[in-house]
Structures are given as C-alpha cells and as structure tokens.
C-alpha cells in the first residue's frame, strides 16, 4: 500500500464496481442478519422496519454522500479526511473518535463472529442432528457462549483471518477477496428465503414482519432503528470515507452510494424474511429472544426440513463470509490511520491492531454466561445486559449516531456545500436532487439526530436516576 504522502501514489480501486462490491461488503454482514433480525424482533416487528427503512433513506443515504464526498476529496482515513478539509480545526477529533469506535466495534464484532464460526464447526460435527427439542437447543447455544475457551478460540480464529486479509492491502486483499465472497453470499441467502418462506405455517411469520402495528412505535424504538441504520450501511465512524478514498475521480459517487445502499438494505430484509416466517414455525420460540435469536431459531429450523443440517451450515458460513468482508473494512479504518498519520507499515499496523482488539474483546467474549459481573451489567427492555450488549449500545449505537451527525454538520457547514458539490459532481455531471441533499445534510439530519439523542440522554439518565 503506497503512502498518499511524498509522491507515491495511493492505490485506488479497479473500477467503481470493484468499490461497490467493497464497501456492500462492509455493508451486509452480522449487522444485517444478526442485529436486524434480533432489533425487529425486540421492537414488534414490521413498524420497526418501516421506521428503519424511512432511517435509511432520509439520514442514511446523504449521510452516506457526505463521507463518500470526505474520502474522496481527501484520499485520506477518517482524521486525515477532517484535517485535510479543515486544517489545524479540533474537527480531525470526529475522525478520532471514528478510529476508536472502529476498534472498539471490531472487538465485541469478533466475538459474534467467533460464534458464527464455531456454529459451523457444531453443525457439521452433527451437535444438532435429530435435536428436535427447543429447550435443549438453546440449551447448546447458552453451553456455547458461556465457554471460555470455546468462545476464545473462535474469536481469535476470526480475528486472524480479518488480520490476514486486510494485511494483504486494498486490492489484492479485499478486491480479491469480497469479489469471490458477496455473489456467494447472496446466492445462499436466496435459497434460505425460499426455503423458509414454504415452510408451512410461515404466515404468521409473514404477519409479525409486514404488518405494521404504528403505536408500537416509541422514542427507544427510533432510537434503535436509527443505530441499526448506521451500524448496517457501516456509518458514522469513516469507514465509508476510507473506502472512498480509494474511489477514482472519474467514479459517480452518487450511484455508487445507493448501490450501496440498495445491496445492504436488501440483504436486511432478505433476512427478515429468511428469520420470522421459520421463527414462527417452531412452538415455544419468541422474536424477543435477544443476541441469541438466530443461534438459538435457526438450528430447530434446520432439523425441521429436509437437507437442514446443509442449510444450517451454509447459513452460518454465509454469516461468516458477511462478518468477514466487515471486520475487514473496521480494520481498514485503524490500519488506514496508522498507515497515513503514523507512517507504520500495513503489516505492523494489521498484525498489532488485531492483537489489541483481541484482548479489548476478552471482556465481551466473557459476558455472555462464563463471568456473571460481566454478563448481567445493567437491566433494558428484554432482561439483564452484558458488557457485550453494553459496548454495542454505546459504540454500535450512540456514538455512530454521533458521529454521523458530525460528518452531516461539517460537511454542510464547514466544508461547504459548493464545495462538496464539486465533488460529488466530479465524474457524474450535474446532480439534479443536489438542493434536497442539501436541506437533509444541512437541516434535517443535524436536528434530527441531535434532538433525538438528547431525548435518549435524557430518558437514560431518568432511567438511572
Ligand atoms: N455494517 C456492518 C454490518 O452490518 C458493521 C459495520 C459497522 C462495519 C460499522 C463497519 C463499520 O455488519
């Protein structure tokens, strides 16, 4: 990877597609088909969707534009991207606090992660063969994640795949890697949807997850389906103006920011639709279950159908390969910044950074059941918390949100929105909705997200207090 610095040159992506296939990949992953499935279950089900859908577009989609604008024109990682626009301003501090809410996000990410990947090793060893009973199911996945050594081990198997691919650098390393991967994704998601939606019974299924209940729809419930939508299209932290900065000037940043957004947002919904008709099918399971939703539907859903146990370890390897090409990108985010503002080598800054997100995610990866102080921190809507749960509504939550409405308001008020319509014109020609971009990223995404979080500190603190 060539320094942005003394003249050498910066790699950039083979081709705007090949940026696409990048950045969906750091899009679609557990967030798609862990967190969304487990958030619309734990928020009555399709009026989230709807408010998570209205998120995506009206927040998610300009603030998307403003960090593709950010990456470009500073072919920087996130505090050089700020420092490079605004020299010598506290703003490079957003991109600071981008950095930390990368590692902290790939740490508790791994554990997940970690999980999906001894699920594939359980299936295929026959753990869930002729299980037909709900209770011992999540029995095995309460036994799973409560070994230390299981959950460890697994953590940092994933850990080091993330290392080695993004050690490899932007283009032989992820290019290679997410061009194979996310066809192969999708194509098994397909099959899952088909299978689950035939499954008989799935209407009910069908009924939670598309028929809107609107006064289920609180302040906590916006709240979470905004975070989802950051956390999903891989927002508010600079991952996507990382990935920018590797994008050509002769690329549409408009259109490529909406592919984006079409892949990641059908892969949710995909899941949605792959999880709650099966879900229904089996007596004594609920969508409130919490992070364990899909370990603990999925595997008596397998044993249901023909072929299940095949299904079962395509779904959690597919789950992997999604988790993989994400862990990639938040690992991109600190390398980036190392590479550039510190001058370190890819290879010292991947190995490194992995090694110090490994032991950042040894409290998460013992929070759920091996410590008790650790898994049971405080009490929410659905039962105890843990750390992990504690780290995801901080990082994974709030402080995208944050971030995001940073980038909206640097964007359309320090930068500047001519400038920023240079460059998102660079390569495409006139933008016909520049004006309504413009309102959004000026006005309504920075009042929205601000008096949305400050209703959220307030309740929280009520709450404590
Ligand atoms: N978007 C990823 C997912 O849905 C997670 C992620 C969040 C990746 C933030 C990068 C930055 O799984």
């Not at 998120?55 to 050089?80: A, D, F």
């Not at 023909?306 to 990639?328: E, H, K, N, R, Y």
């Not at 990223?441 to 307030?458: E, G």
């Amino acid at each position: 990877m060539a320094s942005p610095h003394g003249g050498a040159k910066r790699e950039i992506w083979g081709s705007k597609f090949a940026f696409v296939l990048a950045a969906a990949g750091s899009a679609v992953g557990l967030g798609n088909i862990w967190r969304f499935p487990t958030t619309v279950g734990e928020n009555g089900g399709a009026a989230f969707v709807v408010i998570y859908l209205l998120c995506v577009l009206v927040v998610g989609l300009p603030v998307m534009l403003c960090e593709l604008i950010l990456g470009r024109r500073s072919k920087r990682n996130p505090v050089g991207a700020f420092e490079h626009v605004a020299p010598g301003s506290p703003w490079k501090a957003v991109g600071g606090v981008g950095v930390v809410t990368g590692l902290a996000i790939l740490s508790y990410y791994s554990v997940v992660a970690g999980w999906t990947l001894g699920y594939v090793y359980k299936i295929v060893a026959g753990h869930f063969s002729g299980e037909t009973d709900p209770e011992a199911v999540a029995g095995q996945f309460g036994d799973f994640v409560s070994s230390p050594l299981a959950v460890i081990v697994c953590t940092t198997l994933f850990m080091g795949l993330t290392v080695t691919v993004v050690a490899g650098g932007v283009r032989s390393g992820i290019e290679r890697w997410t061009k194979i991967l996310m066809p192969l994704l999708f194509f098994m998601l397909v099959l899952l949807v088909l299978r689950s939606v035939t499954l008989e019974g799935a209407s009910e299924g069908l009924r939670f997850y598309l028929e809107p209940d609107l006064s289920q729809i609180t302040l906590s419930t916006v709240i979470a389906a905004l975070g989802q939508a950051f956390f999903s299209l891989s927002l508010g932290m600079g991952a996507i103006i990382t990935y920018g900065s590797y994008i050509s000037k002769k690329d549409d940043l408009v259109s490529a920011g909406i592919m984006v957004l079409i892949a990641d947002t059908t892969v949710a919904l995909m899941a949605g639709f792959a999880i709650f008709p099966a879900l229904f099918t089996v007596e004594g399971l609920e969508p409130t279950a919490g992070a364990g939703l899909i370990f603990v539907v999925l595997p008596n859903v397998f044993n249901q159908i023909p072929l299940g146990m095949l299904f079962g370890a395509l779904f959690f390897g597919l789950l992997c390969i999604a988790a993989l090409t994400s862990t990639v990108s938040l690992l991109e985010v600190v390398a980036a910044y190392l590479i550039d503002e510190r001058k370190w080598s890819r290879l010292k800054a991947t190995t490194l950074t992995g090694l110090f997100c490994l032991v950042l995610a040894i409290p998460s990866a013992l929070s759920t059941g091996a410590s008790s102080t650790l898994s049971a921190l405080y009490r929410a809507e659905g039962g105890s918390k843990g750390f992990l749960d504690l780290m995801d509504l901080v990082f994974g939550n709030v402080l995208l949100v944050v971030g995001g409405m940073l980038i909206a308001v640097f964007v359309g008020w320090r930068m500047g929105l001519g400038e920023a319509r240079k460059e998102l014109e660079e390569g495409r020609g006139r933008f016909s909705l520049f004006s309504l971009w413009a309102v959004l990223v000026k006005y309504v995404c920075p009042l929205a997200l601000l008096a949305l979080l400050a209703q959220f500190v307030i309740t929280t603190i009520r709450s404590l207090g």
